[in-house]
């Protein structure tokens, strides 16, 4: 089997393989699974901060993806919080874009695409969600600040 080279995920097909399955699972999870737009943002943001390569690009997208997993580690699902980080980062913000971890956490894409109902899918999500941001950690002082900074100016 090949691995991603984002999230280290064993899948034939590797890169593109890991991608189709993530498509696939936002697919169910817009029809049956999220309880609510934050809920299926927490997956992107998960899935985005693995795939930095392809996804956090540029400083202001690193921090959108970072901000958005460490709001709801430590404040919680909330859309008013997003929308906060959202308005934020589409203003202008002078970021410098910090290195992103090698290693993005022990839970990927692959343990969570299969869910079965709401309840396997809250729960499934936030520990993916959780084992991203653990891996994070030198990183989450920064988001910190910046959720910080984004509340302050809101």
């Not at 999230?7 to 936002?26: N, P, S, V, Y």
């Not at 690009?57 to 921090?63: E, G, P, Q, T």
């Not at 290195?99 to 969570?112: C, E, F, H, N, Q």
């Amino acid at each position: 089997m090949d691995a991603c080279s984002g999230c280290d995920l064993r899948i034939d097909g590797a890169d593109a393989a890991c991608q189709e399955l993530f498509d696939a699972f936002r697919v169910r999870e817009a029809a049956d699974l999220a309880p609510s737009y934050a809920f299926s943002r927490l997956t992107i943001d998960t899935y985005c901060l693995q795939h930095p390569d392809r996804y956090c690009v540029s400083a202001k997208s690193l921090a959108a993806h970072l901000t958005g997993v460490a709001w709801v580690m430590d404040r919680g699902i909330s859309e008013g919080g997003l929308r906060v980080m959202q308005r934020w980062l589409n203003g202008r913000v002078d970021l410098v874009k910090p290195a992103v971890p090698a290693s993005r956490g022990t839970l990927t894409i692959g343990d969570v695409h299969q869910v079965a109902d709401r309840a396997a899918y809250i729960t499934a999500v936030t520990r993916w969600a959780r084992s991203t941001w653990e891996a994070y950690a030198l990183l989450q002082v920064i988001a910190r600040a910046w959720i910080e900074q984004a509340v302050s100016e809101a």
